[in-house]
């Protein structure tokens, strides 16, 4: 490894790269060691001693095993973000490398002299019309080269006089010594390929030099802190090397077929070095995702703590509940597949492997959802109870909560810009479920309530439609942005919604009936418009209006808070044929489901 300055085009012609990738495999022995040593303890230790032993001393066992675990889980981390960093380093450093071996050797074809300090001496060329003789020869070094920082290129003519070359769009300074352009030509690929490298080599020098382990064995929030820290310096060197070799403009299908053509030891160095990317990109598989999610999810955790501003002690709480909920073993299996600090937060979860499962059903929340200790707590449950009702009519189902968007506040619910911002990546993780299914024909079911419904209704209207969307489920609706279910890219009879009669959302009045009453019927409006377009529950829509019941009572007449017919849909106690109907459509049974009369 070398500093920038040091850095020399002879350094850089004889460096072999070899040493980079066979240095990075000893750091990923490390790390696969480190990582097994964990799942030993946390399994075959601890684990068996917790369900076998219950006694003082089999507790105070289990605590410094935990503390072992998550030493190995630390050396883990660490160790794999050294090896993403030197693959970076070589990889990246190969292209520059390449092009001065090139300039190298056109050099030499030429009989040039390639001078120590990058310069290049050609000889004698063409002729002199006064005089008959050759035109003596010169020196060039490249434009923005290695004499001198920024100094451009500059060549020795005849008389020895160093003139300099011209700069950008300005006429090339013609030598009737026809050596003296190919020279020139020489020089600056020369000089650009070590100022590439150069660049490269202190990126990655100043991601290198912060992983440097925290003294002593106990390792804290702050320690995950640093590692977060550390996470975001290699991350941020390796941009490049990422973009050149993750298919980030590609679709979810082109990325799955590039994992799917990974090695198994590059795949631990893409989820080990950058977690953060792996588990939020659409395309690769569930388990993976899953996989750097967890990996990374004590160090953002680590990273909110002590912080103010931004709700992020909202996303702190919410993030804690998630990794609760992951510690403790659950029917369905729960599946992280993305999280983020990014505005109001974002987490994706799912009950089932959405991979796996022939159903598969992803939930979008709305109004006031963000990523706090509710979301944790109660939208959460809501995927939860909806995989547990659906695996009663097929145990091959899966369900989602996908919170991939900021959700509007009250002050901003009466907007689409949410709605219109979070399409786009909804559309985007729903192809990716089309492509890592294992299905040949999965049935997949969009769901969105609230808000979400506007969200869901505005991601089907774009061209083609939700990517492999069966269904559409729409519950306590504010409207969908279309007049009629057509709009929404599923085939006749496959749009369901759930309104219950005494949910005030589902009667936001039609912006140009604002002043009117709110919490009237259709018919007493005189029309079924309601905020965001036609009534989803209204005949005129055409979706087919599945049974909701009158849902609880708003405000202090329930005693249940203030909208808990709005909030019941999933609930079995609350609205129980709600909830039975959506487990039918996820499970692929919308024909048994029971239904109610459109308004």
């Not at 929030?221 to 977060?228: E, K, L, M, R, S």
């Not at 950058?274 to 004590?298: H, W």
Request: charged share 25%; hydrophobic share 35%.
């Amino acid at each position: 490894m070398t500093t920038a300055p040091g850095l020399t085009w002879q350094r850089l012609r004889d460096l072999r790269l070899s040493e980079l990738t066979d240095a990075a495999d000893g750091w990923r022995a490390a790390s696969a060691f480190a990582d097994a040593a964990r799942e030993r303890v946390e399994g075959d230790m601890s684990g068996k001693l917790t369900k076998t032993q219950d006694s003082e001393s089999a507790r105070a066992a289990v605590k410094r095993l935990k503390r072992l675990s998550e030493n190995y889980h630390y050396i883990h981390t660490e160790t794999g973000l050294v090896r993403g960093a030197l693959d970076g380093l070589a990889s990246e450093l190969g292209a520059p490398q390449r092009r001065l071996r090139e300039a190298l050797d056109d050099a030499a074809s030429l009989g040039y002299t390639v001078n120590d300090n990058g310069s290049i001496d050609y000889p004698a060329g063409g002729k002199n019309e006064l005089t008959g003789d050759a035109i003596p020869g010169g020196s060039v070094v490249g434009n923005n080269g290695l004499i001198g920082v920024g100094n451009p290129g500059l060549y020795r003519d005849a008389n020895d006089m160093l003139i300099p070359a011209p700069g950008p769009g300005a006429p090339a300074l013609k030598s009737p010594n026809p050596h003296r352009a190919r020279a020139q030509d020489v020089a600056d690929r020369l000089a650009h390929a070590l100022r590439e490298a150069r660049e490269i080599d202190e990126r990655y020098s100043s991601a290198l030099n912060k992983l440097k382990a925290a003294p002593g064995l106990t390792v804290n929030t702050g320690t995950w802190a640093d590692v977060a820290s550390d996470v975001d310096a290699v991350s941020g060197a390796a941009r490049e090397y990422l973009g050149k070799e993750i298919p980030f403009d590609k679709s979810p299908a082109d990325r799955k077929e590039w994992w799917d053509h990974l090695t198994k030891e590059q795949r631990e160095e893409y989820i080990t070095s950058f977690p953060d990317v792996i588990g939020n990109l659409d395309g690769i598989p569930a388990t993976a995702r899953d996989t750097a999610n967890r990996e990374n999810l004590p160090l953002v955790i680590a990273s909110l703590e002590g912080q103010t501003g931004d709700g992020a002690q909202d996303k702190l709480a919410g993030l804690k509940g998630i990794q609760d909920k992951l510690s403790k073993e659950s029917h369905p299996p729960m599946y992280l597949l993305g999280i983020g600090t990014q505005g109001k937060g974002r987490a994706i979860v799912s009950y089932g492997n959405p991979d796996t499962s022939k159903n598969v059903s992803s939930y979008v929340p709305g109004l006031g959802t963000a990523l706090d200790a509710d979301f944790a707590e109660d939208t959460v449950r809501r995927a939860f109870q909806t995989a547990k009702g659906a695996q009663k009519y097929d145990p091959s189902s899966a369900s989602i909560v996908w919170l991939g968007y900021d959700a509007p506040g009250f002050k901003d619910v009466m907007s689409t810009t949410d709605a219109n911002n979070g399409a786009p990546h909804y559309n985007a993780f729903m192809g990716g479920l089309q492509a890592t299914n294992e299905h040949k024909n999965p049935h997949i079911t969009a769901i969105g309530h609230s808000y979400g419904s506007l969200t869901v209704g505005t991601a089907a209207r774009q061209d083609g439609g939700i990517p492999g969307a069966d269904d559409i489920v729409l519950l306590g609706s504010p409207g969908t942005g279309a007049q009629t279910a057509d709009e929404l890219n599923v085939a006749k009879g496959h749009v369901f919604v759930g309104s219950a009669d005494n949910d005030p959302v589902t009667y936001l009045p039609a912006k140009k009936d604002l002043l009117g009453p709110v919490f009237t019927g259709p018919a007493e409006r005189g029309d079924d418009e309601i905020w965001f377009g036609r009534d989803p529950a209204s005949k005129n829509f055409g979706a087919i209006r599945v049974e909701s019941g009158d849902g609880p009572l708003p405000l202090w007449l329930s005693g249940q808070g203030p909208t808990p017919a709005h909030s019941g849909y999933f609930d079995t106690d609350r609205n129980p044929s709600a909830a039975d109907n959506i487990a039918r459509i996820v499970a692929g049974n919308s024909d048994s489901i029971t239904t109610e009369a459109p308004r």
